[in-house]
């Protein structure tokens, strides 16, 4: 079923036989069936809102310009970032992807279209608010036996509520931008460049419509809020973070980075890939028991210098992201359209998504294909993270790729 209720097979622009009259290459994380959203400038173009497809981008504001998506407000894809369009609303997200969709079955769209190689792709959103959550489970587990060797994995709170905490949205940058190694406090008296670089493996979702009013959001009605989803790397310092995090939580450690990937996934593209959501033991307060848990069957991959690392599913995360939304809104916080909220490190049974989870907190070396080993990032590594859905039956999707490079500390 899709958020509205309709069977997924209702939904033209999911039919497996659909083909584009762009070329799509076989295995593709861009068919017609995903069509995401996202930001480009053209050369030296000005930015403005274009849709993947194969290896190009549809540009929307063109195609609004030439009359062919519709009755819509004139100039909404003309701007840097998709918040205009997101304050549409659902209605017209949907009759524009259907409006795409028709456009590249049986249209001449060429005249629109940018090689993606040749474009910039820039932050899609312009964020007001940023919140990461804690909802693997195994992750969280993990993280409790090396940071808190003689007590709990799992602080009493953890099985009650989706554990989050707020981010600097200052440092949210898209794909591809460098991160630099971050300095900071990592003992007493002890100052300098952090020795445990590492990144977490996340999915984030965006908020396409708020509640100005102020009033909780329902669980039940907490994915209508949600436009789509995207990869995010939330890139860690862990002994900053192990030093500093007593009592109040992550804040130095994190807030220095965090990657986001391009391209947003909606979620009408994402309905045919919802699967039932993980048991809870014991059951959540009644704001947060939806009458039907859902969550992406989602594999995610993370790579470094080439070598995979890790692939963890989403689909074992404790904590769905309509409890994590309804939870956030729930003492009546206001939440506003571009608002980034992420799951936290995401972890399976084998898999884990953090090289601190990896090398034991730097007690395992991790080797790499080239013959190298790693406890932690080095100066110059490159990490990539990406994600894709399958489903028998159905065109598989994906979420392109969220990359960077770490870069040497400043000098001081």
Known sequence: MDLAGRPVTSDPTLDPGLRSVVPVPEGSDFPIQNLPFGVFAPGSGAPRVGVAIGEMVLDLDAAQRAGVLGDLPPGVFSHPALNPFLALGREAWRHTRESVSQLLSTGAPGEFLFQQSAVEMLLPVTIGDY?????????????????????????????????????????????GTPVRRPRGQVGPGAFGPTAKLDF???????????????????VDDAESHIFGVCLVNDWSAR????????????????????????????????????????????????????????TLDLDLQVSLGGTVLARPRFASTYWTVAQQLA????????????????????????EPGSLLELSMNGATAVPLDDGSVRTFLEDGDEVSMSGRCERPGMVGIGFGECTGVVLAAKET
């Open 131 to 175: 919140v990461d959550f804690y909802s693997s489970i195994h992750h969280a587990t993990n993280v409790g036996r090396l940071f808190r060797p003689d007590d709990p994995p799992l602080h009493p709170n953890w099985r009650h509520l989706p554990v989050g905490y707020h981010g600097r949205t200052s440092t949210v940058v898209v794909s």
């Open 200 to 218: 977490e493996l996340e999915v984030g979702f965006v908020v396409g419509a708020g509640n100005g009013d102020g009033h909780p959001i329902p």
């Open 239 to 294: 002994d900053i973070q192990a030093w500093e995090y007593q009592p109040l939580g992550p804040f130095l450690g994190k807030s220095f980075a965090t990657s986001v990937s391009p391209w947003i996934v909606t979620l009408d593209a994402l309905a045919p890939f919802r699967v039932p959501a993980p048991p809870q033991d014991p059951r959540p307060l009644p704001h947060l028991v939806p009458s039907q848990a859902a």
């Open 327 to 350: 939870h956030a809104t729930s003492n009546g916080a206001v939440v506003r359209r571009g608002d980034l909220f992420a799951s936290g490190t995401v972890s399976d049974e084998q």
